[in-house]
């Protein structure tokens, strides 16, 4: 993906953005080091209060830039276990910053794109976002730490539910089960992102740093376990010919709809 990333800021609310929307701002390795470079940097400021995660283009994200995984695959898994464990250092680093990290979704999160979205603390979506899983689809589990969001937050039957069914969930059915915490029209998907940030940072930052700990959002007791099963799990998935062939099956449907 290039080093697409960006970090700005309006007073102490930082803006990353993501963008590549020729390739759905999808997620790989230098995806992951670009993230992970500046979630440090914000962190190391220690002049922020609150942090925006966005996107430029028609998606939020894609996920794994399967086009890459398939092109690796037949070297072996070793490139898509560093990949999981890029990603993984990216979601720890997001759940561990002692600030409050907003997600602006201003269009599709699929797969990892969902996973990452779901990290986030609080969700501002456009009325037209949809979040896919994606993962059974392409004979796979999950990674990112989806399955442990969504049954933390759902419980397991909702959570398997959303995994197994074959509808996304849209931004509105998001906010009524409490993945979505506000739905607002593209036009205002900036600034209504922007204004709860700026609420947030108005608190003091020892407060927020202890609430969240207290809440579990700033440590996710056990999250970085269950990463770990769920590496290994994909891995798994991964090593089978139903993966291999859902993979050459939807790469050559990306490759059709762009010609």
Do not use: W
């Not at 276990?81 to 997001?94: G, K, N, R, T």
């Not at 947030?200 to 927020?208: D, Q």
């Not at 996710?220 to 770990?228: F, P, S, V």
């Amino acid at each position: 993906m290039a080093n697409n990333i960006t970090l700005n800021e309006t007073g102490d609310v930082a803006i990353v953005t993501m963008y590549n929307d020729e390739q759905a701002n999808t997620i790989d390795m230098p995806f992951c080091e670009g993230l992970l470079r500046t979630l440090d940097e914000i962190k190391g400021a220690q002049r922020y209060k609150a942090v925006i995660l966005r996107a430029e283009g028609s998606l939020f994200s894609a996920g794994g830039d399967l086009a890459q995984i398939l092109e690796r695959l037949d070297r072996g898994t070793e490139h898509l276990e560093a990949l999981i464990d890029a990603f993984h250092a990216v979601i720890l680093a997001i759940r561990r910053l002692p600030l409050p990290v907003i997600a602006s979704v201003q269009g599709p999160a699929a797969g990892a794109g969902f996973s990452l979205a779901m990290t986030c603390d609080a969700v501002v979506a456009v009325n037209s976002a949809k979040f896919v899983v994606g993962y059974p689809k392409l004979g796979t589990s999950s990674d990112g730490g989806l399955s442990f969001q969504l049954t933390r937050r759902l419980g397991a039957a909702r959570a398997l539910d959303i995994f197994l069914r074959k509808e996304p969930v849209s931004a509105c059915e998001g906010e009524l089960l409490g993945l979505v915490q506000y739905v607002t029209e593209a036009a205002s998907l900036d600034d209504t992102t922007l204004d709860l940030a700026k609420m947030m940072s108005t608190y003091a930052s020892t407060a927020v740093t202890e609430i969240k700990s207290l809440i579990g959002t700033l440590s996710d007791d056990g999250l970085e376990q269950h990463l770990e099963r769920e590496k290994k799990a994909f891995l798994r998935c991964a090593s089978t010919v139903e993966f291999r062939a859902s993979v050459v099956h939807f790469v050559q449907q990306s490759v059709a709809r762009k010609q």
